[in-house]
Each structure stands twice: as C-alpha cells, then as structure tokens.
C-alpha cells in the first residue's frame, strides 16, 4: 500500500501545470510619479495682493507638476501596453 | 513530462538512444542465438524484448522531441520576456528624465513670476486691499468647495 501510494504521487505529479515564463510587472516612471498630487494652498481673509498673487502661482505650478505626472503615467501606459503585446508577437 | 524538466537534455538522450540501442542489439543478437545450442530457447524471448525495447525507444525519442521543442519555446519566451523587462526600464528611466526636466522647468518658470510679484505686484499692495469674499472664492476654488 506504501509503494502504492508513492508511485501514485509520482504519476501524479506529471498532471502538475506549470508557468515557468513570468513577466515581472513594469516598474513605476520614477519615484516621483507615485507621490500624490498635493491640496492647493489657501490664503486667510486681510491678505497682501502680492501674497495672493504668490499663492495663486504656486497653485499653477501645482497644477502644472501634477499634470507631468498624469501626462507621464499616460505615457508609461502607452509605452508598457506595446511592449507587452510585442511580448505575445 | 514535467518531471523531465529536471533531467538534462544530454541525459534524456542519452537514455533514449540507450534504450533504442538496446532494442536493437537484442533483436540482432536473437538471430545468433541459432548458432548457440544453449542460447536457442531464449530466441524468442529474446526477439520480443528486442522489439518491445525498439518500440519504447521510438516512443521516448517522440517525447524526448516534444520536451525540446516546448524547452525551446520556453527558452524563446524568456528570452522574449527578459528583451521587454530591458525595454520597460529603458522606458521608464526616459519618462522619469523627461518629466523631471519638465517639473524642473516649470519651478523655474514659477520662480521668475514670484520674483516679479516680489518686485513689481508688492508696490500695489497698499493702494489694493483684498476683500474677503475674494479670499472665500480663491479658498473654495483651491479646496474644490461650494462657497459659503
């Protein structure tokens, strides 16, 4: 029964499937890509024009920096999405 | 068969060939058996075998086929695999390049507008008060909010 049941493990064993090719997921565009957009700054009532007009052009800035990283990640996407499907070629 | 990839490809033909060998020399041996008055009796023992030994040799080198062709698909695969993961870091370092160059380039555009602000907007800061529903609607568009 002993025997038996080791030759049964032994032919089982060759039903056993496996993957050996695994694509690793592509790493992110940098560092810098998978930090979170930050909330825009606000100003207190008796503000100074010029304070208002600073913080009105840091919000673009942020504005402008979180849109590099949309446009960046939708790059990566693009990019990625080929090599992958050259992969399949 | 998956244990097979375990097996060295020199080996598993090695075996193959061992066993078609084999085949073979019983079956060629069994006709000199004639000539052997003691070995006569095992003639035909001797022919089976020989053909059972061929037939499983013939068998085993199909499947020995089988296994190197799936290993060099394998192969072909990972190499495929192993060409995209250089690919998707070559990527990735020039999108991570190219959007610093642009972050950098837009600090440095904020830079030369906060310093005219400093320089020029600063002379109206008396002469222009700020009202505070000004102050409401800059806070409620920079928080995404509804005004109160």
Known sequence: MRYFLIAMALVLSACATTVPVVAKFPDEPGKAAVEKCPQLTTVENGVKLSDLTRTVTMNYSTYYECAVKVDTWIEWYQIQKKIHEDIRK | ?148
Request: proline share 3%; with cysteine.
């Open chain 2, 1 to 148: 068969m998956w244990m097979l990839s375990f097996v060295p490809d020199a080996w598993l033909l090695l075996a193959v060939y061992g066993v078609l060998a084999a085949g073979a020399g019983l079956y060629t041996f069994s006709y000199f058996t004639a000539f052997v008055p003691a070995l006569i009796p095992f003639k035909e023992p001797v022919r089976i075998l020989g053909t059972v030994l061929v037939i499983a040799g013939v068998y085993f080198y199909g499947s020995y086929d089988t296994e190197e062709s799936w290993r060099a698909r394998v192969a072909e695969a990972e190499a495929r695999v192993a060409q995209a993961e250089v690919e998707s870091k070559q990527a990735n370092d020039r999108l991570a390049k190219k959007s610093a160059e642009r972050v950098q380039v837009i600090r440095d555009r904020g830079l030369i507008v906060r310093q005219y602000i400093d320089r020029e907007v600063v002379k109206y800061d008396e002469t222009c008060k700020i009202p505070d529903v000004v102050v409401n609607v800059h806070n409620a568009a920079a928080r995404n909010e509804e005004i109160k």
